[in-house]
């Protein structure tokens, strides 16, 4: 379903627009994986008669000046979807924190966001994962739907090392699973062609083919290179699902 979002023929797009549906009470929920197109109207799945609201849900960080590459299209996007909800701060306060780095408990629970933190039927298997744990329900869930796997370890157990950093060659296997899990075509791959392309691991040169074939990563703009092992920033993994999103109506 498309909603045209009137603009001024010049203005660019306002990522910031969501989609929420609205019951016979009048609660609203957000539609997280709805899209905004280039001519700035939104996309988004319904099923059958639906009331929806659509609305610019976007939230201020403070921290996010002009300066930053991620500042509007990104940080608008990701907040309005509460893909990204901050960093909070002693204060009360939330940051983006776009350049600090994303753990693997982090990047699952986006995805488990996008998912309206739906419920596990098992209590998992991640014998890392503390009960209490901000990650926990999501690192179940993705667990339950083969989005992880977890790391074997000696004895036979699994972890899930949610406070280690998310490697780029990460997100992209967990990404072509969720994709994968949502139904979507993953068949398309493309060559690799990058100046480190050798460094991308065994396990996750597949999903990498699939990410870049998709646009979904693209090298360094200063030095070209996709730094397949690096740690993941906040605010580039923000930006590659919102790649992704809009990949679900291409």
């Known amino acids: 379903m498309t909603v045209p979002i009137a603009r001024d023929d010049d203005s660019e797009p306002n990522y910031g627009v969501v989609v929420f549906a609205v019951d016979e009470e009048g609660n609203e929920t957000v539609i997280p994986k709805c899209a905004v197109d280039d001519d700035g109207n939104v996309v988004f799945e319904a099923t059958g008669n639906v009331v929806i609201k659509v609305v610019d849900a976007a939230k201020d960080m403070p921290d996010v000046t002009d300066a930053d590459w991620f500042a509007g299209d990104v940080v608008d996007f990701a907040t309005a979807r509460g893909i990204v909800n901050g960093v909070a701060l002693p204060d009360g306060s939330r940051v983006f924190n776009g350049y600090g780095k994303t753990s693997r408990g ?5 995805l488990h966001n996008l998912e309206l933190n739906p419920g596990a039927a098992s ?3 991640l014998a890392d994962v503390p ?3 901000f990650y926990a329900d999501a690192a179940t869930w993705a667990l339950e739907e083969g989005i992880l796997s977890g790391v074997d370890m000696p004895g036979g157990t699994k972890q899930f090392q949610g406070n280690a950093d998310v490697t780029r060659e990460q997100v992209a296997v967990f990404l072509m699973r969720y994709a994968g899990y949502l139904g979507m ?4 791959r493309a060559e690799i062609d990058f100046p480190d392309a050798g460094e991308v691991s065994g396990f996750a040169k597949e999903a990498m083919s699939w990410a870049v074939a998709n646009g979904l990563f693209t090298g360094d703009d200063v030095t070209g290179e ?3 092992t690096d740690g993941a920033a906040r605010a580039e993994v923000a930006a590659v699902l ?3 999103i809009n990949l679900m109506y291409a």
């Open 242 to 244: 919102m790649r992704f």
């Open 185 to 188: 075509d993953v068949s398309k």
């Open 106 to 110: 982090m990047f699952v629970a986006m």
């Open 226 to 228: 996709l730094n397949p």
């Open 123 to 125: 209590e998992g298997s």
């Open 131 to 133: 009960s209490d744990a």
